[in-house]
């Protein structure tokens, strides 16, 4: 990997992690692939374009996009290690009120490159926009796919606490004894916003909106303890990680955090330099992702905001939900 031509090449401070690398790099993942050796990356984890005319993107034809979309992750595959694997967080591509779930349209696009599904993860956060001729759309989706059947799965590392960690066997010649992994469950593969959050199966991932700690001017950003999860479970450290489509750098972040090496790619230059910067906060200790066991705040119902209206008192509560 050493000899890379880079954008932006970010040694991080040994006390983040004596492995620790950051790599930038302004321009087409498609061309940038050409100087990426051959099974070198461990975890190739992105948040593509969804197709739906963000200020990153050209809206275009379903099929046109996903072609574009295929030849991209078909330069990807050769990068990954026989023992790695791709995480592909996407939504849905809506036209003229139709919704195209892209997660169905992607599997074939994997298969057809001889990837193996693992996981098809739900991500449900509780905000975005309300819809008015539909349900709101409340969650997306990860598919989780492997290169071969040998492949880095650290579950002990994204264990959460077992609901009832007192339960014994009661028959066999463990009766008597804990029934539980006293390093806690497997988290499923429903990744859900509840306050419990690593009290239950599931992981409360808030998306990144307003008020999110993590917020900039990315319109659709990956919040890094979602990309952090995926990070500890399919890679090890000292791991390379690469994200096609970086933004302002939260996959370089995670990985960083975790003494991961990273490479991120993407077009936007006003992305990478935000990246960069973030990066150097991250490193001087001024820039504080979210952490993943903290909880989601939950309304006492004394906030002014989370009261019903005098106006609506005579109408259902439910109105308000």
Not at 252 to 257: C, E, F, N
Request: with cysteine.
């Amino acid at each position: 990997m050493e000899n890379i031509k880079l954008w932006e090449k970010i040694k991080i401070d040994s006390s983040v992690g004596k492995d620790s690398l950051a790599v930038l790099h302004c321009g087409d993942t498609r061309d940038f692939m050409e100087e990426v050796p051959d099974e070198s990356i461990s975890l190739i984890i992105t948040s593509p374009p969804y197709n739906i005319g963000k200020v990153y993107e050209r809206r275009t034809a379903i099929s046109k996009y996903l072609e574009t979309q295929k030849d991209i992750i078909g330069r990807l595959v050769n990068k990954l290690k026989s023992d790695g694997s791709f995480c592909w967080q996407v939504g849905n591509y809506v036209e003229k009120g139709e919704v195209y779930p892209l997660d169905i349209y992607y599997y074939n696009i994997f298969k057809d490159l001889g990837l193996k599904l693992r996981n098809r993860i739900i991500w449900h956060f509780g905000h975005g926009l309300h819809a008015s001729k539909r349900l709101s759309g409340r969650y997306e989706t990860i598919l989780w796919f492997t290169k071969s059947d040998n492949y880095v799965f650290n579950l002990d590392a994204i264990r959460v606490p077992s609901k009832y960690p007192g339960k014994r066997h009661y028959k066999g010649n463990k009766k008597g004894k804990p029934s539980c992994n006293p390093l806690g469950k497997n988290p499923s593969d429903v990744w859900q916003k509840l306050n419990e959050e690593w009290e239950s199966a599931f992981w409360d991932i808030p998306n990144v909106k307003a008020n999110h700690p993590e917020k900039t001017f990315h319109p659709c950003q990956f919040p890094i303890e979602l990309v952090e999860r995926c990070i500890l479970a399919l890679t090890n450290r000292g791991d390379w990680v690469l994200d096609p489509f970086v933004g302002v750098g939260s996959t370089s972040i995670a990985s960083l955090k975790n003494e991961r090496r990273s490479i991120g790619i993407d077009k936007e230059e006003s992305y990478i330099i935000e990246a960069k910067k973030r990066i150097h906060l991250f490193n001087e200790g001024s820039l504080i992702p979210r952490p993943m066991t903290k909880s989601i705040y939950k309304p006492t119902g004394k906030e002014k905001v989370s009261q019903i209206p005098v106006e609506w008192l005579n109408q259902s509560p439910a109105i308000c939900k």
